[in-house]
């Protein structure tokens, strides 16, 4: 059965991620039934500093304004099944925590757990006050996932992309598409 995924793109450092995770998904669309992005003015602003362009917009999925909660996963009715939140800042973690829907990224996280549905959040930020991880211990509790923006180093990456790109395969496990990535065979 064909995903239907939510990305949202928030202000936190690690644009990377963002970019390398719609590049990948616009290579697994075999598998994807719909995408839709939705951006905070901050992600933005970070997505130009960090890589240097506003790419973002060239993705063939439909974006949509963050304040728009005609969206169609503004409600659980939509189906859609997967969202990710990538880069995920500690403010985004702590109103999804929190049950705060002031925008259209809390809203849809709040609906994809009010369904029972998988979220993931790429939390990007060090270190963790207590604050941030009883934030992740909550949204944990509620159903969601925090996949840190640690990459790993099994692969023997190369390049800043490479590695990155660890981080974004192993989102690519956890929603559970089908992609060629490293997978770790032991010593």
């Excluded at 970019?19 to 616009?26: D, F």
């Excluded at 503004?74 to 995920?88: Q, R, Y």
């Excluded at 934030?135 to 990155?164: D, F, H, R, W």
């Excluded at 790109?165 to 598409?177: A, E, K, Q, W």
């Amino acid at each position: 059965m064909k995903k239907k995924i939510v990305v949202a793109i928030t202000g936190a450092s690690g644009s990377i991620y963002a970019s390398l995770l719609l590049k990948k998904l616009t290579q697994l669309q075999d598998q994807i039934a719909e995408v839709g992005v939705v951006m905070s003015d901050n992600a933005k602003d970070v997505w130009k500093f960090e890589l240097d362009n506003e790419e973002y917009s060239r993705f063939p999925f439909k974006f949509y304004a963050k304040n728009d909660f005609m969206a169609p996963f503004a409600s659980g009715s939509a189906k859609f099944d997967t969202m990710i939140i990538v880069p995920c800042s500690m403010g985004t973690l702590g109103r999804i925590a929190g049950g705060i829907s002031d925008d259209l990224i809390t809203r849809a996280a709040d609906v994809i757990l009010k369904e029972r549905r998988k979220l993931v959040l790429v939390a990007r930020d060090t270190p963790f006050n207590l604050i941030h991880i009883r934030n992740m211990a909550t949204v944990t509790e509620a159903g969601g996932i925090i996949c840190p923006a640690i990459p790993s180093y099994y692969s023997k990456p190369q390049t800043i992309e490479e590695l990155a790109m660890t981080v974004v395969n192993r989102v690519i496990d956890l929603i559970g598409l089908e992609s060629k990535s490293y997978q770790w065979k032991g010593i």
